[in-house]
């Protein structure tokens, strides 16, 4: 089982950076797929980027060229480099542990992030 607690959240003027982290505890991490999603206010979550356990890393058209997703399997961490924000980047980020194969799927509790115009 993995546990999952997300920091660096905030509030930031569009333009800005943020960095947010996803501190894992647990076994297995480097054999994890990991996924940040958010969800802003009455919609529904959705995926932002995507680093597998190999490295491979895909994001969401709305971030592509702005954010970055990186990974640190010796500290079980992975972070989302965020840049050029923008107001409709507002929403609550959520870091994501996935093995299809086991059918494995963890969450941390998100934190907020507000990009004011």
């Known amino acids: 089982q993995v546990q999952l607690v997300e920091s660096g959240g905030g509030l930031v003027q569009a333009g800005g950076s943020l960095r947010l982290s996803c501190a894992a505890s647990?076994?297995?991490?480097?054999?994890?797929?990991m996924y940040w999603y958010r969800q802003a206010p009455g919609k529904q979550r959705e995926m932002v980027a995507s680093?597998?356990?190999?490295?491979?890393?895909d994001f969401a058209d709305s971030v592509k060229g702005r954010f970055a997703i990186s990974r640190d399997n010796a500290k079980y961490m992975v972070y989302l480099q965020m840049n050029s924000l923008k107001p409709e980047d507002t929403a609550v980020y959520y870091c994501?542990?996935?093995?299809?194969?086991?059918?494995?799927?963890?969450w941390g509790q998100g934190t907020q992030v507000t990009v004011s115009s």
């Open positions: 994501n542990a996935r093995r299809v194969m086991e059918g494995a799927n963890y």
């Open positions: 647990g076994s297995g991490f480097r054999g994890y797929d």
């Open positions: 680093i597998t356990s190999g490295g491979n890393t």
